[in-house]
C-alpha cells in the first residue's frame, strides 16, 4: 500500500516558481512510477510529469516542457516538481500519483499507465 500526501502549493505571480513535493509512505514506492497530473476547473484531468524509478528517466507533457522538472528521492520517498515560468493556465489542483508497476516501462508509456494511488492534491494559483 502506497499513501501519497502533497504540499508547496499556493498563490504565485506569472513568471514566478513554486516547489511541489510528495511525501510517499510504504515500502514498494522505491519500485514504482511516480507521476504529477492536474486538473483545472471544467476541466478533465491532464498529466503533466512522470519519472521512472530506477534511472530517473523522465517524461514531460508539451505544455510543461522547458519549464517544470519533476524528479524523485527514492531514499527519502519523496517525489518534487519544480515548476518555473509559471503561466495563468498552470492554474490547478496537482496531484501526485504512483502506478504499482514493478516490471520494466518504456519512458514513452509513463503518460499512460494505471496510476493506482493518488494524493488528495494541492492547489496552485497563478495570476496574470
Known amino acids: 500500500q502506497v499513501q501519497l500526501v502533497e504540499s508547496g502549493g499556493g498563490l504565485v505571480q506569472a513568471g514566478g516558481s513554486l516547489r511541489l513535493s510528495c511525501a510517499a509512505s510504504g515500502r514498494t514506492f522505491s519500485r514504482y512510477p511516480m507521476g504529477w497530473f492536474r486538473q483545472a476547473p471544467g476541466k478533465e484531468r491532464e498529466f503533466v510529469a512522470a519519472i521512472k524509478w530506477n534511472d530517473g528517466s523522465i517524461y514531460n507533457a508539451d505544455s510543461v516542457k522547458g519549464r517544470f522538472t519533476i524528479s524523485r528521492d527514492n531514499a527519502k520517498n519523496t517525489v518534487a516538481l519544480q515548476m518555473n515560468s509559471l503561466k495563468p493556465e498552470d492554474t490547478a489542483v496537482y496531484y501526485c500519483?504512483?502506478?504499482?508497476?514493478?516490471?520494466?516501462?518504456?519512458?514513452?508509456?509513463?503518460?499512460?499507465?494505471?496510476?493506482?494511488?493518488w494524493g488528495q492534491g494541492t492547489q496552485v494559483t497563478v495570476s496574470s
Open positions: 500519483a504512483a502506478a504499482s508497476v514493478t516490471g520494466y516501462v518504456p519512458v514513452g508509456a509513463l503518460p499512460r499507465l494505471r496510476y493506482d494511488y
